[in-house]
């Protein structure tokens, strides 16, 4: 069974093959469905499935910050913003 990795936004992440221009080494600059990934020798942007980017990642080379719980909480809901959820 497969695990999901959590990736961050600014992890520089080490993938099995090289690109083009010899270097092994990414950024992860989008999070989402897609994984955008910055190439850290030509500066060439990817994007890459989650899936596809599991199976392709060797290490992570330096890890990004980890989201705050403030960053990650709902706001609480404001009965002025959707008045048809609270009649």
Known sequence: MNTIIDFRLG??????KPHPCGG???????LGADIGLRC????????????TLE???????ARGEA?????????PADPKMEPRLWK
Not at 24 to 30: A, L, M, P
Not at 67 to 75: D, G, K, N, Q, Y
């Open 67 to 75: 989201p705050s719980p403030e960053a990650t909480a709902l706001p």
């Open 40 to 51: 850290q020798t030509c500066g060439r942007r990817i994007l890459l499935e989650r899936r």
């Open 24 to 30: 092994f080494d990414w950024q992860v600059v989008r």
């Open 55 to 61: 199976k392709r990642v060797k290490t992570f080379v």
């Open 11 to 16: 992890d520089v992440v080490r993938l099995r």
